[in-house]
């Protein structure tokens, strides 16, 4: 599925197959896509992080994740986070974020998630789909 990876702002060993089930295996997870999903959530948050320097201000369990030895921390599926942009702008942010992935053969995309209720919070969210090797297809 995947082949060696390069853009990555952490070392690209970590989204080894290998590492994976290693790690999901020392820490008690049964199953590897949850680590796999918090792997790739705090590199995607990095290169926002890089993109949007003070203009993005973390919140939530992402953000208290980073404070906690690796033992104790839970998984995160998401990154939530407070800014003056507009979702315009992080859907810049988000493009050339993708541009960086793809022209280094890391399949990225997105989409603005929009509730059938319509935009009724002056919030954004951004669906992202990243190669998996452990996806379920509900899990994305």
């Not at 404070?67 to 599926?77: E, G, I």
């Not at 541009?99 to 319509?118: A, L, M, Q, R």
Request: charged share 20%; aromatic share 12%; glycine share 4%.
């Amino acid at each position: 599925m995947m082949n060696k990876l390069t853009g990555l702002i952490h070392d690209e060993q970590i989204f080894s197959k290998n590492h994976l089930i290693n790690t999901s295996l020392k820490y008690g997870f049964t199953r590897n896509y949850v680590i796999e999903r918090h792997l790739w959530c705090y590199e995607l948050l990095a290169h926002l992080q890089n993109f949007t320097s003070k203009t993005c201000v973390l919140k939530g369990g992402a953000c208290t994740q980073i404070y906690l030895p690796l033992a104790n921390q839970r998984c995160t599926a998401d990154i939530d986070c407070l800014t003056s942009l507009s979702s315009k702008d992080l859907e810049e942010i988000l493009t050339n974020i993708k541009e960086n992935f793809n022209s280094n053969d890391i399949n990225f995309s997105f989409k603005e998630y929009v509730p059938s209720s319509g935009k009724n919070l002056p919030m954004a969210t951004f669906m992202i789909d990243l190669p998996f090797y452990y996806n379920p297809k509900t899990q994305k």
